[in-house]
């Protein structure tokens, strides 16, 4: 069997950069000294839920052979952290790293109305004599 | 006087920490025929001026902990205003590297020095009790005292200062050191003395240049004096009050206030609150706030705080009038002209913890030298400042009476409410979100609670105090804008509980060590327990918002404007504007219409439109402002700066940084 839809997936592409990015603001903020939220357990909160929406992000791109039922539920689960992740981020007072979550969803969302519906990646046939 | 640890407070939200509470020591800053430094508007810096004398007051530099000696907190300096404060940059900052978060062997630092400008020179002492002298327009140090004072907190939970006091010769002679003083006190009750241009201790000023302020700690001796407030001065004299710990005695040292030669430290005359006759049962009512005077009238007003202990009076019974209350000296004799109790029979530890703001009111046709005087109730009451007789219309309001075995409470206490009231006659409400993330406990604990408004008294029961003794205003006080005389003062609303514990009861509760909010009052028959009505997440209990920064117009009374003010921060989430925040450290006030003021949770700094009280200009600091701010023009340059230092009573958070702002340099 192989894949239905050959067209790239640009949503789930940009949503893993989103996440990088968020993840990359996070880290940002823990460094600067000066922004107020530096060293908070609220941002070390939202680096690592940042992280996980990364690693989720990448799981999806780069492993086609993911079976729906774990596709689904990391999709779920993105969505989540990126509503979590913006939330915090709002309460923070962090702006950058809202608009990169406001990005985010925007990719879910185009990840989930055009990239391609992935289907189990193609196994070669045994060969029969 | 005193300060106390609380539990937490805060409202952080989430909020747990330990609440500290404050109290404090002396005596303020000062002028003499001072200096005040450098001119308003624009102008280059100035030759010494004669003292500011009330109704030509200079208003332009800030040589004292109230900016002057009237504590009005007002500057004439007019380059920042509503228009540009948006383009504010930082000028310069230092970093002192004199805090601790007190998880090592030094306490945990306090930092609520207001910078003096004087001398052309900024000068603040750190937690640490060494004094920096700043290059007013670069942020150079130009040199670093060291009082190498011994960092423990005998009397105060933490290490802290509240800055430093300035005297300067009237007749300064040429080539002579110490024509030009600072002076910085230490938690051991030592005043240095230090000649302003070098840093070099002034070797006639008492031994060695310092002087040991325990040395008349006679009576109750229990702990040394803490001078954690800057002397107050006035022409060549030293007004020294001082801070101690007032919860755990009854009977403590007295409340005295040292009046020395500001050039030989040599004791000029005393002033007692409290009859010596009272001695063997009470204490404190001392003097642990800053100080103000009336230049024209030679006129020193005491803000004297609670007797000990603080929380049940039934110890000391009799009439101590000069107890809670505002008392006018004669500078020059220490004798009372006047004085007025602001509480009665106070055993709420409801300090007066700020002097008197001097300003003269317009009102019915006439001029009337006044004085405007906050407190931890958030009540106001304007006064004549020459007679002590009310402006506005003070009552005898009856209040509720006392069910403790022992205790005899005063029928009545005073009450204005022709400036609104800060703090509301009884709470607000309970929080729904508090009284649902605890299922119930809120509205449970109030039910078990005795509570019947202001001025309920602590019980066995347990009783519900708000205000409390967190404020209210704190002992920064208000500012006020003598010219416009529109009155601007930042206060907190926080609910605490008041628990009395019977002896027995005390000592098996803290049989294997005294645990945090536990206060032993020993010598009565009661111990005491003290916490925030929290949660136990550690969130408020009771309805925002937490702080507000009001402004009244002085000759009606009318209140102008009240805005909540700070964010609530926990964990680094803000809480919503509306909640506003509980606060510590004073507002400025500029001609131009401006209030500066730090003070707040969120560890940031603003500038308020004076009209309509909008916040127009906010910047991030390392820690909680809870120093009053200071401004000065030096070199035509106007320049705003904080010190952010932190305070637990806010949040586990220290700093270590002055930083000044002022606009960009060519326009």
Redesign the interface.
Known sequence: MTNSDARPSYGIWALTLAAIAGLGIAIYADVDTDNGIHGTYGLWLVIASSALMVLAALALTIWPRMTRGLRGLLIVLILLDIAGTGFAAYMLEASWLVGAMAAALLFWIVHMVADPTPGPRHVAEPVRA | MRKIALSTLALGLLAGSALAQNADAPAAPAAQQPPLATAPATPAPTPPQPAPVVGSMHYSGWYTFNGDLENTKFSRAAQITPDNVTRLVKAWEVHTGDMSDGTGKVPVSDWSATPLFVNDTVYVSTPFYRVFAIAPDTGKVKWIYDTHAVLKATTQPDLKTRGVAYWQSAIPESGKACQKIVYVGTMDAKLHAVDADSGKPCQGFAKDGVLDVNQWNTTNAKWPLSLLQPPTVYKDTLFIGWAGRDWTDSADPPGRVFAVDAQTGKLKWTFDALPEDQNHQTGTSNVWASMSIDQQHGILYLPVSSPSPNFYGGNRKEALPLATSITALNADTGKIIWHRQIVHHDVWDYDTNSPPVLVDIDKDGKKIPALVQSDKMGIFFVLNRLTGEPVYPIEERKVPQTDVAGEVTSPTQPYSDALEPTVLDRIPGISRLADAASFGACSRELKNLRYEGRYTPPSVKGSLAYPSTAGGVEWGGGAVDPEKEIYVVNSSAVAQIYRLIPRAEYETITRNGTPDGYYAQAGSPYGFYLHNFVNWLGMPCWDPPYGTLSAYDLKTGKLLWRKPFGQV?K????MPESWGSVTIGAPLVTKSGLIFIGGSM???VRAVDLKSGKVLWKA?V?APAVANPATYTYKGRQYVVFVAGGNAILKPQVGDQIVAYALPQGG
């Open positions: 921060q964990w680094g989430f803000y969120d560890a940031r991030q390392m």
